[in-house]
Nanobody, 123 residues
Framework: QVQLVESGGGLVQPGGSLRLSCSAS????????MGWYRQSPGKQRDLVPG???????NYADSVKVRFTITRDNAKNTVYLQKNNLKPEGTAVYYC?????????????????WGQGTQVTVSS
């Protein structure tokens, strides 16, 4: 069984920084695309940045300059460095990963979600 565990959320003042981490554990043979989504109350869950297995990234326009996504394939971990945080960035942040695992007779890929970590930007 595969799990994604996020950490690093919390309360931060406007203009501050946070670094989120998400690690995959269990039977992980390959991690393909990974990404961070955020969901504010009453809104849909939106992709913030994504990163491919080769390291190519894509960002939502609202965070392009302020956020950086990276990954450490040796540690099965993806990071999100968030700088110059704004109050509208208050949301639950979810890690998402497409993971390939051996299933006894074949390799199969499943999309997984983390449990979410709350980020609150407030003075």
């Amino acid at each position: 069984q595969v799990q994604l565990v996020e950490s690093g959320g919390g309360l931060v003042q406007p203009g501050g920084s946070l670094r989120l981490s998400c690690s995959a554990s269990g039977r992980v043979d390959r991690i393909n695309d990974m990404g961070w989504y955020r969901q504010s109350p009453g809104k849909q869950r939106d992709l913030v940045p994504g990163i491919t297995s080769g390291g190519s990234t894509n960002y939502a326009d609202s965070v392009k300059v302020r956020f950086t996504i990276t990954r450490d394939n040796a540690k099965n971990t993806v990071y999100l460095q968030k700088n110059n945080l704004k109050p509208e960035g208050t949301a639950v942040y979810y890690c998402n990963a497409d993971i390939t695992s051996f299933r006894g007779r074949y390799y199969g890929s499943i999309n997984y979600w983390g449990q979410g970590t709350q980020v609150t930007v407030s003075s």
